[in-house]
């Protein structure tokens, strides 16, 4: 069994993060190897029992089978006695020791089927008490594995949340070697972040001679347009809440360039 490492106070949360993330997997892996120990433990009860009761019913169908055997035993003792009674009075001597000797052998069987009757009934009320002890214990084990399996459950929960909320270092994930780049905004922060102190003066002058440069082009052109002569373009009388007022013709320059 894997033994928990021990944690480590850090000032940094992700550290903290993956120091319990650690722990929990390896308390994780503990809880599976004893839930797989408690699996196979009551895997063998749940065998012995029925290896038991297996046993326990052979053992009965024996105890059964001696039982009527013994019955027939009795009833044949019965009529070898009345033979030999039988034999005695008609006064066969051969005949009558012929009976006494199987008599004989008819009641030592009897006394050995008797004394099997007996261990097989004692056997049998060992097996009772042990299937009893084994019935207990698989329950008890029944009853322990469905707790072990609801706390592996929390376990594996907790491990699941931890790892969704821990974040874990780029060169962990492999995002270094493939050129990911963990935040977008990561260039806009590093170009806010620039003092004025990063940028030369000289630059700022280059644009404000770009500038000025443009707004002299810009004012050379509008003077080569006035050297083109003026249209005059006709206005639309326009009335004036119903009364009629002659508006003034308004001239409105149009330069040349509009017209080719």
């Known amino acids: 069994m894997a033994a928990i490492p021990q944690l480590t106070a850090s000032d940094d949360p992700i550290e903290n993060s993956k120091q319990v993330l650690k722990a929990l997997k390896c308390v994780a892996f503990s809880s599976k190897q004893v839930g797989d120990v408690m699996c196979r433990r009551r895997e063998r009860l749940t065998k012995r029992l029925q290896a038991v009761a297996d046993e326990t019913e052979l053992l009965r169908a024996h105890i059964v089978e001696n039982v009527l055997n013994q019955r027939q035993r009795l009833e044949l003792l019965h009529e070898l006695q009345d033979d030999l009674e039988q034999a005695q009075t008609l006064g066969q001597p051969d005949l009558l020791k012929d009976l006494a000797d199987e008599l004989k052998l008819l009641r030592r069987e009897d006394q050995r089927e008797s004394v099997l009757l007996r261990n097989l009934k004692r056997t049998m009320r060992s097996r009772v008490r042990v299937k009893r002890a084994l019935q207990e214990q698989k329950t008890a084990a029944d009853e322990a594995l469905v ?56 630059d700022f002058a280059e644009v404000n001679d770009d500038i000025d440069m443009d707004v002299d082009f810009a004012a050379g052109e509008q003077a080569s347009e006035s050297d083109y002569p003026k249209l005059r373009v006709a206005q639309p009388d326009r009335e004036d809440d119903g009364e009629d007022e002659k508006e003034t013709i308004g001239e409105s320059s149009v330069s040349a360039w509009s017209f080719e």
């Open 147 to 202: 707790v072990f399996n609801c706390k592996n459950s929390l376990i594996q929960s907790m491990v699941a949340t931890c790892s969704k909320t821990t974040f874990l270092s780029a060169s962990e994930l492999g995002y270094e070697e493939e050129g990911y780049v963990e935040d977008e905004n990561a260039d806009d922060d590093e170009y806010s972040g620039a003092s004025e102190s990063d940028y030369d003066l000289s």
